[in-house]
């Protein structure tokens, strides 16, 4: 069979390098092609755009960006047409990717969907077009099949792929240069404009503790000199690529809201996830958001499992406050990481990504 996949994103990317490596073992026969990354190249895709060129973020930037996200919307349709694949299989991203699955339909080509766009957040008819145009959905959030049965649609819970890289992964120690401090680690984000909106704040809290030391988990997709504010500080360290090493040494961590939340809860390291954007997309936000949190932590356990903040509460007062809290008040990170273990148990299904081939192969024979 042929498979083209979009993600646009550096998770989407290694879910994607999952999900090709778990279809290879089933479909001797299988090729490969796609928008993706490295770690969707690494297992025999051939890569047609590269995701770092299609991370905007927010509702400004993409409106500033149009002309280009256009571009790169004719170049995948260009692509898909001349591979011609028995399936195109669209992971997250889903302002770009519901185009492409509008323009799959129009051509006949079956459109799979791996990492539901997030629809239940806001505009939530949007799952009466997603029905329209997608053939299989697979959703890796517990609630979200109970909320796609409210449009009377039957989609597959193939568990998390987060917890598939966290269980894959092999802890190791990081030589981090600490004096017998307590260790934070920090992950500002993995795009330039979310890394942007939080650094300043981060920053500041570091320099008001010098009694702990906060290791700074960098990615190498975009410019370092973003991290460039907090050169210098004696009790800072950089480092890339041990996201999951820093986070399994640390007595609490700093995260801007996105996967890393849940990649942080089931490495158990008690967190206080901080966002902010522009103060237009946040009025936006507000406008059209229809959720109470905005951590996957809280969404999935339905309730507050680690504190928020966000915007105008994101500032060093408060951050400072409640970095305190997780460093020296027992109770709440007792609670924090009671909570983290129900969230595992939730999501312990079994393999995402192989459960995703393995009903994608199943259609696919069926349907052929």
């Not at 699955?101 to 079956?110: V, Y």
């Not at 299989?136 to 959030?141: A, K």
């Not at 109970?146 to 992964?169: C, M, R, S």
């Amino acid at each position: 069979m042929k498979y083209y996949l979009i993600a646009g994103e550096r998770s989407g990317d290694l879910h994607g390098g999952n999900l090709v490596e778990s279809i290879s073992a089933l479909d001797a026969k299988s090729e490969f092609r796609g928008f993706g990354g490295d770690e969707m190249k690494q297992r025999g895709v051939e890569i047609d755009r590269h995701y770092k060129d299609l991370a905007f973020m927010g509702f400004i930037e993409v409106l500033l960006n149009l002309s280009k996200i256009s571009k790169f919307l004719k170049e995948a349709k260009s692509s898909i047409l001349e591979f011609q694949p028995d399936v195109v299989i669209l992971i997250d991203y889903g302002g770009f990717n519901l185009k492409i699955a509008s323009f799959l339909r129009k051509n006949n080509i079956r459109c799979y969907y791996y990492i539901t766009p997030k629809v239940w957040a806001w505009n939530r008819k949007r799952a009466w077009k997603i029905k329209r145009l997608v053939d299989r959905m697979f959703v890796i959030l517990p609630f979200e099949k109970d909320f796609y049965k409210k449009y009377n649609w039957e989609v597959d819970y193939v568990g998390n792929p987060v917890l598939d890289a966290i269980k894959k992964h092999d802890v190791v120690d990081v030589n981090i240069n600490n004096k017998e401090k307590d260790i934070v680690a920090v992950l500002p984000g993995s795009r330039v404009q979310e890394v942007k909106n939080v650094i300043s704040t981060i920053c500041n809290t570091i320099k008001q503790n010098d009694h702990i030391h906060f290791v700074i988990a960098k990615v190498d997709n975009i410019d370092q000199s973003i991290y460039g504010i907090l050169d210098g500080l004696e009790n800072v360290e950089f480092f890339t690529g041990e996201t999951y090493n820093l986070l399994a040494k640390s007595k609490a961590a700093i995260v801007t809201s996105g996967t890393a939340t849940l990649e942080t809860a089931l490495l158990s390291t008690p967190q206080v996830v901080v966002y902010r954007t522009s103060r237009i997309s946040y009025w936006i936000g507000r406008m059209v958001i229809q959720i109470g949190y905005i951590s996957l932590v809280n969404l999935i356990a339905n309730k507050k499992v680690v504190t928020e903040l966000i915007q105008d509460d994101f500032n060093t007062a408060r951050l400072n406050k409640e970095l305190q809290l997780l460093l020296k008040d027992d109770s709440v990170k007792e609670q924090i990481l009671d909570d983290y273990q129900d969230i595992k148990k939730l999501l312990d299904i079994g393999s995402a990504s192989k459960n995703t081939a393995k009903l994608i192969v199943k259609y696919l024979q069926v349907n052929t």
